[in-house]
C-alpha cells in the first residue's frame, strides 16, 4: 500500500436509477425504461410550461395494459387549468411512449 491518493473519485451525487442513469443513452436508441425515465425527462417531455405548474405524482399499470398518471399542480389551484389541458398532456405522454398507452390522467391536490 502507498500513500499515493486514489484515483477514485468521490461521487457527490445522490443514487440515482439505473434508468435515471442510463437515460441519454436510452433515449439515443430509442428505448423507454420504466417509470423512472419518465420522471427524469418530465420537463422535457411535457414542455416548460406545463412543467412549471406541474410535477409528475404516480404512474401505474391498469389491468388492460394502459398507464394512469397521476400529477400533482404546484398550486392546487392549477388543477382546474390543468384538468382542461388534460388531452394535451395525454397526447404528449402518447407521443413519448411511441403508441396509445395513457388510459387516464388523474390530478392529485
Known sequence: MSNQPSKISVRTARPQT??????G???IFGVRASD???AARWNEII???LASVAC???VKKMRD???????????PA?????SYRAPEITEKLNKYFGNNRV???SFRK
Open 36 to 38: 423512472a425515465d419518465l
Open 103 to 105: 388510459g387516464k390522467i
Open 78 to 82: 392549477m388543477a382546474l387549468t390543468l
Open 56 to 58: 409528475l405524482a404516480a
Open 25 to 27: 443513452l436510452m433515449r
Open 65 to 75: 395494459g394502459k398507464y394512469n398518471i397521476t400529477i400533482r399542480p404546484i398550486n
Open 18 to 23: 439505473l434508468a435515471g442513469a442510463v437515460g
Open 47 to 49: 414542455g416548460t410550461d
